[in-house]
């Protein structure tokens, strides 16, 4: 499975970013997925993830109201999009996949991971 995130950039406090991964291969359609995050100097940290049927999502406390995860089975991509950002939402976001049913924070329990997406917000 490879996955290639984009949409991160630059934008103000309060406002919006849709950030999208483009799964690819063979089995991805089996495969939750999920967002992680990582702000400078912090360990990786569980965002949100997607079953793979699309129909059970899970959120952290922290974006929880304020961000939300779709997916586009069609076109094996996910997305998120987060609304009311604050400049504690500023990390590098990763986009992973797992065979793993339930709610799956924990890093190790993902086996595929894309390149990172940065997002900075300021305030």
């Known amino acids: 499975v490879q996955l290639q995130a984009s949409g991160g950039g630059l934008v103000q406090a309060g406002g919006s970013l849709r950030l999208s991964c483009a799964a690819s291969?063979?089995?991805?359609?089996?495969?939750?997925l999920a967002w992680f995050r990582q702000a400078p100097g912090k360990e990786r940290e569980f965002v949100s993830a997607?079953?793979?049927?699309?129909?059970?999502?899970y959120y952290a406390d922290s974006v929880k109201g304020r961000f939300t995860i779709s997916r586009d089975s069609a076109k094996n991509t996910v997305h998120l999009q987060m609304n009311s950002l604050n400049s504690d939402d500023t990390a590098v976001y990763y986009c992973?996949?797992?065979?793993?049913?339930?709610?799956?924070?924990?890093?190790?329990?993902?086996?595929?991971w894309g390149q990172g997406t940065l997002v900075t917000v300021s305030s």
């Open positions: 997607i079953s793979w049927n699309g129909r059970t999502t």
């Open positions: 992973a996949a797992t065979t793993t049913t339930g709610r799956a924070e924990r890093v190790y329990e993902y086996d595929y």
């Open positions: 291969g063979r089995t991805v359609s089996s495969y939750a």
